[in-house]
């Protein structure tokens, strides 16, 4: 019993750890983009719309979307306020919620903004009647938040925001573990290109040899990557070598010729790796 625990903590752990990674790793680009809206209150705006129900990467997330779409920051922040309602008064998620807002304006979509349970009927008025959809939404929703009044924090209000603390810590993990992961990937990747190499048709025994032997003498990156790279161009002039052959017919002195160039332009392709490799 106490080995099957530990082991289904072990892959909790596991899960959890990657789940934590590949938040961090969509992070990384979604953040860079949200930092070039330039608004460092932003953030803390669209948490307290939400009431804390949206995670941080899907709140930058939103933005950016909204921003590509030209929509204000402040009407996003009303918006996600509106949507967050919705979702709780109709059992709805938030994301999904926030995400009709946004593609719904952002397309003026009649059918999308439907979502948010806005008459098609009244937005249709109101659009006409001031001459934007941008400006018949906000109407209809500060209408509707006149009639519902204060906001009441319900216990699914208190999952989501659960939900969303814990989204956020294993973002903050992910991030942490990011640097680690990094290197171990390159590693994965440095070992993925070997086997592609060792299984590569492009390249004799005698190359793959050499190639092994340089890898189990613990050569650096960089050297197995410049010798590799003067295997490949001699080879393919080798290559044209071999083709022109043809034309020397039976002719003994011809093959012999070409054998000693192909011979000679392996050994420059190691001379060449090893003076990069000493200069570096």
Do not use: C
Request: hydrophobic residues 40%; proline residues 1%; negative net charge.
């Amino acid at each position: 019993g106490g080995v099957i625990g530990a082991s289904f903590a072990v892959d909790a752990i596991r899960q959890f750890s990657m789940e934590s990674i590949q938040l961090a790793a969509t992070m990384e680009g979604v953040q860079a983009a949200f930092n070039r809206l330039d608004d460092p209150t932003l953030l803390n705006r669209l948490r307290t719309a939400t009431a804390g129900t949206a995670s941080d990467l899907k709140l930058m997330q939103t933005a950016v979307e909204a921003k590509n779409f030209r929509i204000p920051m402040d009407a996003l922040a009303k918006g996600l306020e509106f949507a967050q309602r919705r979702a709780q008064a109709t059992g709805k998620t938030v994301d999904h919620m926030v995400d009709s807002f946004v593609t719904g304006m952002g397309r003026e979509s009649i059918k999308i903004l439907d979502n948010l349970g806005i008459s098609a009927l009244e937005l249709s008025a109101k659009t006409k009647e001031l001459g934007s959809m941008s400006l018949a939404v906000g109407e209809i929703m500060q209408n509707a938040f006149d009639e519902a009044g204060e906001q009441v924090v319900t216990t699914s209000m208190k999952i989501d925001q659960q939900k969303t603390a814990i989204t956020n810590l294993k973002t903050e993990i992910g991030e942490s573990l990011m640097p680690a992961y990094s290197k171990w990937l390159d590693s994965s990747i440095t070992g993925l290109t070997a086997i592609n190499i060792l299984t590569s048709d492009h390249l004799s025994v005698s190359e793959k040899a050499s190639f092994s032997a340089q890898m189990m003498m613990g050569q650096n990156k960089k050297f197995t990557r410049d010798y590799y790279a003067e295997l490949i161009r001699t080879r393919s002039e080798t290559e044209a070598l071999a083709k022109a052959q043809d034309g020397f017919g039976d002719s003994t002195d011809g093959t012999t010729e070409s054998v000693v160039e192909l011979t000679q332009k392996q050994k420059d392709a190691l001379l060449k790796a090893q003076e990069t490799r000493r200069k570096n």
